[in-house]
T-cell receptor, first 117, second 112 residues
Framework: KAGVTQTPRYLIKTRGQQVTLSCSPI?????VSWYQQTPGQGLQFLFE???????NKGNFPGRFSGRQFSNSRSEMNVSTLELGDSALYLC????????????????FGPGTRLTVL | ELKVEQNPLFLSMQEGKNYTIYCNYS?????LYWYRQDPGKSLESLFV?????AVKQEGRLMASLDTKARLSTLHITAAVHDLSATYFC????????????FGTGTRLTIIP
């Protein structure tokens, strides 16, 4: 079956702009998580969505937002971009959310490489 | 707040040797995950460890969890070049707002 897809794969923006990234989970998966990866801060959790509801949120400013649609596809938006937002943004999907008593493996997408100039 | 520390950060080892990557975490964690990342690639889930004493093995990799010591280990047996990658552990905080907290990663290089 098809894996997690993320679009676009690469993006270049300038400071002050906003950006929307998209993630399509594996068919049947209802939980989608987003992560930011940078050389300085490493991997950091952004949000987790399940059945269109944000269940958990990491320690990021309000400029970072997301949503999930009824087909489980998810988008994340970053407004007023800063240089420090340059990163690899990873999306992961799983059948069930983390709090499930039967935690499922997370499957990661290829990521979107965002460069802010 | 959960903190996760991995060591070593860099590991260079010869093929055929055994070695262990350590993952310490600061507070109670519901579960512990191990991931692999190849250069320029995304993350691949390796193991999910749920309870004290849990041990999982896949090929030359074996992961274990000691919740009392707040320690997880990833043991590599008879390393081969294909295992060269960066390995991350991550803990899931079980206090209120659940989120995955990742370690810094261990960059493993297997030398022929």
């Amino acid at each position: 079956k098809a894996g997690v897809t993320q679009t676009p794969r690469y993006l270049i923006k300038t400071r002050g702009q906003q950006v929307t990234l998209s993630c399509s989970p594996i068919s049947g998966h209802r939980s989608v998580s987003w992560y930011q990866q940078t050389p300085g801060q490493g991997l950091q959790f952004l949000f987790e969505y399940f059945s269109e509801t944000q269940r958990n949120k990491g320690n990021f400013p309000g400029r970072f937002s997301g949503r999930q649609f009824s087909n489980s596809r998810s988008e994340m938006n970053v407004s007023t971009l800063e240089l420090g937002d340059s990163a690899l943004y990873l999306c992961a999907s799983s059948l069930v959310p983390w709090e499930s008593l039967r935690p499922d493996t997370q499957y990661f997408g290829p990521g979107t490489r965002l460069t802010v100039l | 707040e959960l903190k996760v520390e991995q060591n070593p950060l860099f590991l260079s080892m010869q093929e055929g040797k055994n070695y262990t990557i350590y993952c310490n975490y600061s507070t109670t964690s519901d579960r512990l995950y191990w991931y692999r990342q190849d250069p320029g690639k995304s993350l691949e889930s390796l193991f999910v460890l749920l309870s004290n004493g849990a041990v999982k093995q896949e090929g030359r990799l074996m992961a274990s969890l000691d919740t009392k010591a707040r320690l997880s280990t990833l043991h590599i047996t008879a390393a081969v070049h294909d295992l060269s990658a960066t390995y991350f552990c991550a803990g899931l905080s079980n206090f209120g707002n659940e989120k995955l907290t990742f370690g810094t990663g261990t960059r493993l290089t297997i030398i022929p």
